[in-house]
């Protein structure tokens, strides 16, 4: 809008004289009598301009004014004779920043007034930068980097909040300090210099920011130009100390999921036991940190060292490898075994705890032990330990109990693979390796490659990393189900030892960890079934789910077990794409392996299905004459 003046002369002549020189270059207005308590907001004014009467007549709104104006300069230009600013009170006189004697030489007024709207415009650039300079400072303490200010000198001139926190020192201790002095990690006059240069800094430092408190933080180093001449260098500190901390645990969980890949393709690429010991200690290292090592496998009573890592030939004086020990006589195993949960040893172990483990001369300080556990028995012991106290955190444990549980899966793989070997039928020996392949590796398979994913889904996205963590439990309880499921195919001896109920569920659940299909249950105690009633249905139901799984096509499997009146009903049905009964007897889908089984244990067997209409195989079993 321009400038505004505001003239307070009562001298006619003159206030006519004024306003023709004036309204040249500015614009002017009257100090009116009814404005000068309240003039119209809209009216403001960048310079008065009064004569002796005026002045009088407008001083209380001048020095009102003036005080409102404050910080910025409202400049007041007298017109008269200098005796009469004199003989004004002193708190008018005080007011008026220049005068010009009459009469107006209108050059002279115009120098005057201009040298009086530069110095107001002055006060209002200053004002506004000092407004700046405070919203910078505002918005410098409010962000979480440290931020310093350093002269030519490399003396620090101006530290943000941050800083002051981050040193936990008072301004004072930092204002005017050398910046080397202050950090004494790194050469920070090297770096001002180059960036005074055009040179700019930008890295990462360790920084001992407290006498026992260092900080990983990304340093930049910025040159300041005052007219393109270096005066200094403001310097930006982040702590990264958190991220790098995340960074690092986002490495290790990527390399234990590196580990828990290999462990499982141990049991793709070999069922040899000591090469799956090998492949567990080989990895072992990369995931949590120890002096020494082993693998303690249970024989009833006894116990064996099978495998042990970072003894010297000193050290190893007790007892040689596979040799058998009383699991009684250690302590810390026995505690294991009792309560099927991880131990862990802070500080120094009492010698009787390891007489049987150790030379009496190592220097065990810490120790994570954690039980191998099958179907809730301990088989074996999976130990770790350091000289040094206190060393093992949780999250060792945590590591180790899952080292464990894919150990336990490994060796009864292994175990199973030896039993394989010793089945005279070379049939039913393709048969357990193709399961074993197909369905056990997969599901582990499958459950590593989640496992990988979890780590990088839970920072972005911890709902859906939560269902992993669902889907993953179910796949590795599938994978365990289905091994007892084919140790049951081994050993049918064992069948007896659990009721039909029991062996029904275990086959629902070795089916749960395979996304493409779902498993329905509806599984009631029944009567006392005979041994052959027993094995026989189990294994028909075995037959009628492996093929739903196999060729129906289904998405979901119903496994129903009831009685009624002594006669107890057993079905697996399927939404599969059905078959023709009469045409697949023949076709080596097991139906006639069905059938002898039944007619064996005397066992009603009943197959219906056609084309696109599902499948249903019910069993009848009569047991009312059985003993009770």
Request: aromatic residues 6%.
């Amino acid at each position: 809008m321009g400038v505004m003046i505001a003239l307070g002369i009562d001298h006619q002549a003159n206030l006519a004289i004024m306003q023709s020189w004036l309204e040249t270059w500015w614009r002017t207005r009257l100090m009116l009598a009814e404005y000068s308590e309240n003039p119209p907001h809209d009216l403001q004014t960048d310079l008065y301009i009064v004569d002796y009467l005026g002045i009088q007549k407008f001083s209380r709104k001048l020095i009102t004014k003036r005080r409102e104006a404050e910080p910025l300069f409202l400049p007041i230009l007298y017109l008269g004779k200098l005796q009469e600013l004199r003989a004004m009170p002193p708190e008018i006189a005080e007011i008026v920043d220049d005068f010009i004697a009459m009469p107006v030489q209108g050059e002279e007024l115009t120098r005057r007034i201009r040298t009086l709207l530069r110095t107001r415009q002055l006060s209002i650039e200053n004002s506004q930068n000092l407004q700046i300079s405070k919203e910078l400072r505002t918005a410098m303490d409010s962000t979480s980097d440290a931020i310093f200010m350093v002269d030519s000198e490399n003396k620090v001139r101006y530290s943000n909040e941050v800083s002051k926190q981050m040193l936990d020192a008072q301004p004072l201790q930092i204002q005017r300090n050398p910046f080397d002095a202050i950090f004494r990690d790194i050469d920070i006059q090297h770096l001002v210099q180059n960036a005074r240069e055009g040179i700019p800094y930008r890295g990462e430092v360790t920084l001992k920011i407290q006498p026992n408190h260092k900080m990983t933080a990304l340093l930049r180093v910025e040159g300041l130009y005052r007219d393109e001449d270096s005066y200094g260098a403001v310097i930006v500190i982040t702590d990264i100390t958190e991220q790098k901390r995340i960074q690092e645990e986002e490495r290790k969980q990527r390399e234990f999921a590196q580990v828990l890949r290999d462990i499982a393709l141990t049991m793709v690429s070999t069922l040899d036991l000591q090469e799956v010991f090998d492949r567990l200690f080989s990895n072992l290292a990369r995931v949590v940190d120890y002096d020494y090592a082993n693998l303690i496998l249970v024989h009833g009573r006894q116990i064996s060292i099978e495998r042990r890592v970072g003894y010297t030939i000193k050290e190893l004086v007790s007892p040689p490898l596979k040799s058998k020990v009383p699991l009684d006589d250690v302590d810390l195993l026995k505690k294991m075994r009792q309560t099927k949960k991880p131990v862990v040893v802070d500080t120094m172990i009492e010698e009787t705890d390891l007489k049987h483990l150790f030379n009496s001369e190592m220097a065990i300080r810490s120790h994570v032990g954690v039980p191998i556990l099958l179907r809730r028995k301990v088989i074996g012991f999976l130990n770790i330990y350091s000289k040094q106290q206190r060393y093992y955190s949780d999250e060792d444990t945590d590591r180790m109990v899952a080292l464990a549980d894919l150990t336990a899966i490994a060796i009864e793989n292994a175990r199973l693979y030896e039993k394989v070997q010793e089945v005279a039928n070379q049939e039913a020996r393709h048969h357990l390796a193709r399961d074993l392949h197909d369905s056990v590796t997969q599901a582990l398979f499958s459950a590593t490659v989640m496992a990988e994913a979890i780590p990088r889904l839970w920072r972005t996205n911890p709902d859906s990393a939560e269902k992993f963590l669902a889907e993953l439990h179910q796949l590795t309880r599938g994978a365990l189900a289905e091994t007892r499921t084919l140790l049951l195919e081994l050993r049918p001896e064992a069948i007896s030892q659990y009721s039909i109920s029991e062996l029904l569920h275990q086959l629902a659940q070795s089916v749960l960890g395979r996304k493409q299909i779902n498993i329905e249950t509806n599984i009631q105690p029944v009567e006392t079934l005979t041994k052959a009633q027993q094995r026989n249905l189990y294994y028909i139901a075995h037959e009628a789910v492996s093929n739903a799984i196999k060729h129906s096509k289904a998405d979901t499997v119903n496994i129903s077990l009831t009685s009624q009146k002594g006669i107890v009903t057993l079905s697996v049905c399927d939404n599969g794409i059905g078959f023709n009964v009469s045409d697949c007897l023949n076709r080596g889908m097991g139906l006639n392996n069905m059938h002898e089984r039944a007619k064996e244990a005397n066992i009603k067997l009943t197959i219906r299905s056609e084309p696109g209409a599902g499948s249903e195989v019910q069993l009848e079993v009569n047991t009312r004459g059985n003993e009770r």
